[in-house]
């Protein structure tokens, strides 16, 4: 992914070197007794939360995703005099991901992009965490199961 950005091979090599020394432990605190601390525990897939390169990383890793969406014909189509002038079909913003779209058909296509996209580089989302929306001319009803 950062080669993509053009950042610079000894960067990558660092990073990719600094990425197999991620490890953590996990302290538990129990009233009356010794704590306890765990060896350490490498973390082998995914980006270490703790580590402060982390936030950009995921970033720049979901532009692909959002580039892919903003390709579909999905969304809510912002107008300038009758004249489309954008497409809104999502907003992310860190680990958050808000998909948005005119027909449940289109939402579908959309959550099928995401999900293709998600399988290829080996990212699962939180789909137990997921809702629908639906707003039609004002009126507003949560739906509790996604999809």
Same mark, same amino acid.
């Given at each position: 992914?950062? =080669?993509?950005?053009?950042?610079?091979?000894? !960067?990558?090599?660092?990073? =990719?070197?600094? #990425?197999?020394?991620?490890?953590?432990?996990?302290?538990?605190? !129990?009233?009356?007794?010794?704590? %306890?601390?765990?060896?350490? %525990?490498? !973390?082998? =897939?995914?980006?270490?939360?703790?580590?402060? *390169?982390?936030?950009?990383?995921?970033?720049?890793? #979901?532009?692909?995703?959002?580039?892919? *969406?903003n390709?579909?014909?999905?969304?809510?189509?912002? /107008?300038?005099?009758?004249?489309?002038?954008?497409?809104?079909?999502?907003?992310?913003? #860190?680990?958050?991901? /808000?998909? #948005?779209?005119?027909?449940?058909?289109?939402?579908?296509?959309?959550? /099928?992009?995401?999900?293709?996209?998600?399988?290829?580089i080996?990212?699962?989302?939180?789909?137990?965490?997921?809702?629908?929306?639906? !707003?039609? =001319?004002?009126?507003?009803?949560? *739906?509790?199961?996604?999809?």
């Amino acid at each position: 992914m950062l =080669r993509i950005y053009k950042v610079d091979d000894n !960067i990558v090599t660092f990073l =990719r070197h600094i #990425m197999t020394t991620w490890k953590t432990k996990i302290h538990l605190q !129990i009233p009356g007794e010794n704590n %306890i601390e765990t060896e350490n %525990i490498a !973390i082998n =897939r995914g980006l270490f939360q703790g580590d402060s *390169l982390s936030p950009l990383w995921f970033c720049l890793a #979901m532009n692909p995703l959002s580039q892919l *969406l903003n390709s579909t014909d999905s969304g809510f189509s912002i /107008k300038n005099n009758n004249t489309v002038v954008a497409k809104l079909s999502h907003l992310l913003y #860190m680990d958050d991901l /808000k998909l #948005m779209a005119s027909t449940r058909d289109n939402l579908e296509q959309i959550v /099928k992009t995401v999900e293709t996209f998600s399988n290829d580089i080996n990212m699962h989302f939180g789909l137990d965490k997921c809702r629908v929306l639906n !707003i039609v =001319r004002g009126y507003q009803s949560l *739906l509790l199961s996604f999809l």
